[in-house]
Structure formats: C-alpha cells, structure tokens
Nanobody, 127 residues
C-alpha cells in the first residue's frame, strides 16, 4: 500500500514562495502518476498540477500556470511543488495523490482518478 506524506506548508506573504514535498513510502516513483490538489474552505477540490510516471510530462491548471512548478526526484521518492508569486487565493489545504501508471498512463487533474492520497498540508497566503 503506497503511503504519501506532504510537507512544507505554512504562512507566506503575497508574492512570496513556498515549496511543498510529497514523499512516497515505497515503490518506484516513476511507476506512479502524481498530482497536487488543493481545497479551500467551502470550495471544491482543484487539481493544480500533475506529473506522469513514465514520461515525466506535466500539466498545470490555468490558475497556477507560470507560477507553480512540479518536479520529482525518483531516488528520494519525492514529488515537489514549487510555488512562486503566491496570492491570497492560493490559501488552501494542499494534497498529493498517486495512481499507478498501469491504471493511469498519463496524469490528469481530475481527482477521482487517483487511489492513493496524502493527509494534506496547509498553505496560508496573507500579509
């Protein structure tokens, strides 16, 4: 059973940067497609970025494109989300999720396609 642990959340001022990490407990990371989601209070989950297991191709939601960067380190079994030029509307709980490339060859920003979820980390953007 794959387990995911997010870290790196916190409080940052508007325009600042924050880096999130998603560490996998086991397995070969490039056998999984991984996505970052966020959910603000009272809002639906929003898929913001993903990286495909086999190809390493990436996708971004319009809301974060150009500001956020997803990457992975297979040796460390960790996927990262570098967030720059943060805005108050980026305030949310951020989650990573994964699905095997057998079931999901190319990543998607649709939440329901992923089977393994982390517990989330909080990001607050405020002055």
């Amino acid at each position: 059973q794959l387990q995911l642990v997010e870290s790196g959340g916190g409080l940052v001022q508007p325009g600042g940067s924050l880096g999130l990490s998603c560490a996998a407990s086991a397995g070969i990371l490039d056998s999984y497609s991984v996505v970052w989601f966020r959910q603000a209070p009272g809002e639906e989950r929003e898929g913001i970025s993903c990286i495909s297991g086999r190809t390493g191709s990436t996708r971004y939601a319009t809301s974060v494109k150009g500001r956020f960067t997803i990457s992975r380190d297979n040796a460390k079994k960790t996927v990262y989300l570098q967030m720059n030029s943060l805005k108050p509307e980026d305030t949310a709980s951020y989650y990573c999720a994964a699905e095997s490339t057998f079931a999901l060859a190319e990543c998607t920003l649709v939440p329901d396609r992923y089977s393994f979820w982390g517990q989330g980390t909080q990001v607050f953007v405020s002055s």
